[in-house]
């Protein structure tokens, strides 16, 4: 088992599904290595990478112009083979054999999950930086990704409401968030929406339909409403859609699922910046002998939070959003 001591060669990698700003925060692990002088080692293809040995050497230059491109330079894959024992035992075994002493793992819970089991069974030091578009990671106000993700969004529902106003049609727009609200209650506020349907807040189908008919009343032509892809008022949002086509005839019920097109993109400011920061703060916390934890930003400031932690727990809805939704779509 490797021990804690000092740290000269540490590998990145990426795991899950992609999130803009993913490159930037590798670009930030290897030049941060390069500053303090220690070998940085990028695995390809996430865990089945570390078992596969697909170990490639990063310098500062290595990583020029990747800051402004979307998905990862490091690809991502899943790994059923690494959730096994005999799995990990392989991957460490090349890990070892590789010289690599520490592990920076940028990606969302799943991830998270793995990296612990690699620390707990052959004590290698791990660092995680969070990387997913829902922002549903406890331990960070923002994950990588999720502000592009919304300004995406907020680009495609300003684009539909502009077919929707000119047709009187309504439209229903599925957005990402499985078990999370973030990205739908956000872009809905700045897109104007009528109504927001999330997982965290089920408000029923008999309230959609009040709500709706209120805006009919109130002279509405057209109306938006978004749908994260985890809420249940319907089992899907094909069938939310013809439910409520039934209750109103003087609308044109459209759907439109924006799907992978929100994982894609040049990273916005805020998402270079934070992988910026979060990949300085990870290989220094590797340095100073920190691990199991993963780093993020709250309140403004850079914090670590125990990986275990990070997983269990989730991120709350800011309730006070739900009540200037409510009011705005009056």
Do not use: W
């Not at 500062?60 to 005999?86: D, H, P, Q, W």
């Not at 920076?104 to 578009?133: C, R």
């Not at 459209?254 to 400011?269: A, D, F, N």
């Not at 002998?289 to 403004?300: A, P, Y």
Request: charged content about 25%; aromatic content about 6%.
């Amino acid at each position: 088992m490797l021990l804690m001591g000092k740290i000269n060669k540490i590998g990145v990698l990426t795991s899950g599904g992609d999130a803009p700003g993913m490159n930037a925060a590798i670009r930030s692990v290897v030049r941060t290595c390069a500053y303090y002088n220690v070998e940085c080692i990028g695995v390809m293809q996430g865990f089945q990478g570390l078992i596969e040995g697909q170990y490639e050497t990063l310098n500062a230059r290595s990583v020029s112009n990747i800051i402004n491109r979307g998905g990862t330079i490091l690809k991502s894959a899943r790994s059923l083979e690494f959730k096994t024992k005999e799995g990990r035992k392989k991957a460490y075994d090349n890990f070892k054999e590789y010289g690599l002493d520490s592990l920076v793992v940028i990606g969302g819970d799943g991830s998270f999950t793995g990296a612990m089991l690699f620390q707990k069974e052959f004590g290698v030091p791990v660092i995680g930086i969070p990387g997913t578009i829902d922002n549903d990671i406890y331990g960070s106000d923002l994950t990588l990704g999720y502000d592009t993700a919304m300004n995406t969004v907020m680009e495609a529902i300003d684009k539909i409401r502009d077919t929707a106003s000119s047709h009187n049609r309504l439209f229903f727009i599925e957005v990402m968030g499985r078990d999370a609200g973030f990205i739908a209650l956000n872009t809905g506020i700045a897109g104007g929406a009528e109504e927001i349907l999330i997982p965290e807040e089920n408000l029923g189908l008999e309230r959609l339909i009040e709500s709706l008919k209120t805006s009919s009343r109130s002279g509405k032509s057209s109306s938006i409403v978004i749908v994260a892809e985890g809420e249940k008022s319907g089992k899907n949002v094909f069938e939310l859609a013809e439910f409520v086509e039934d209750h109103f005839e003087e609308y044109e019920v459209k759907v439109s699922v924006l799907g992978h097109i929100q994982r894609g993109g040049s990273p916005t400011v805020v998402d270079r910046v934070l992988a910026s920061r979060l990949g300085v703060a990870a290989v220094e916390g590797l340095l100073d002998g920190k691990s199991n934890v993963m780093v993020g930003v709250i309140c403004g400031k850079v914090k670590m939070t125990p990986l275990q932690k990070a997983i269990k727990e989730n991120n709350e809805i800011n309730r006070e959003l739900l009540r200037v939704a409510d009011i705005m779509s009056v």
